[in-house]
């Protein structure tokens, strides 16, 4: 699996295809709080986006030495996922559907934590999309320009969240 590339018109920090830069990251993502890993969306195009995450060393998930534990590396996939999403929403004129996280394969952490205060590059690239709703994305993660965690990420978008939602329940 490869890192995601970007094409050199919207690789450059904070702009996007037309150059403008992109809007916070709290006015694209629905996570609010502590539950907000991403701190910044550098590069979006319509397969792809590239955004960054601190590591807080006093974060709800911080351990004896303020890692964060390899494993929320999903997490932060989902949420370039959803800021991929967001901005072709916004871009179209709109909002993004509220989308479900529906799994990964084959994730792979060559570390167990991600380094107290280390500024991470999440990369999401879309392989798939489907008029249901449902996608799949190539995902990685890099610190210190290494990768150090990388999976598909597969996600879902209902058109009626609530009774999806509702549904869940039921079952």
């Given at each position: ?5 970007l094409?050199?018109s919207?690789?450059r920090?904070g702009?996007?295809?037309?150059g403008?830069a992109?809007?916070p ?7 609010r709080?502590t539950?907000r890993?991403v701190?910044e969306?550098v590069?979006c195009?319509?397969e ?8 807080d060393?006093q ?5 004896a030495?303020?890692?964060m534990p ?8 989902a949420q370039a996922?959803?800021?991929h999403v967001g901005l072709i929403?916004?871009?179209?004129g709109?909002r993004?559907?509220p989308g479900?996280?529906?799994g990964?394969s084959?994730y ?6 991600f380094a107290?205060?280390?500024?991470l590059?999440i ?11 449902h996608g ?8 210190d ?6 999976a598909?990420v597969?996600v879902?978008?209902?058109?009626d ?6 549904g869940?329940f039921r079952?």
């Amino acid at each position: 699996m490869t890192t995601a590339t970007l094409s050199t018109s919207t690789a450059r920090a904070g702009t996007s295809p037309a150059g403008a830069a992109f809007p916070p990251v709290e006015d694209v993502l629905p996570h609010r709080g502590t539950m907000r890993l991403v701190d910044e969306i550098v590069a979006c195009d319509d397969e792809a986006v590239a955004v960054l995450a601190s590591v807080d060393p006093q974060g709800w998930y911080a351990d004896a030495q303020g890692a964060m534990p390899a494993w929320l590396g999903i997490e932060l996939m989902a949420q370039a996922i959803a800021a991929h999403v967001g901005l072709i929403a916004m871009r179209a004129g709109g909002r993004a559907r509220p989308g479900v996280l529906l799994g990964a394969s084959r994730y792979e952490a060559h570390i167990c934590a991600f380094a107290s205060g280390a500024r991470l590059r999440i990369e999401a690239k879309e392989l798939l999309k489907s008029e249901q709703g449902h996608g799949a994305y190539e995902c990685t993660i890099a610190q210190d320009g290494r990768c150090v965690a990388q999976a598909v990420v597969k996600v879902f978008q209902p058109t009626d969240f609530h009774a999806f939602i509702e549904g869940s329940f039921r079952s």
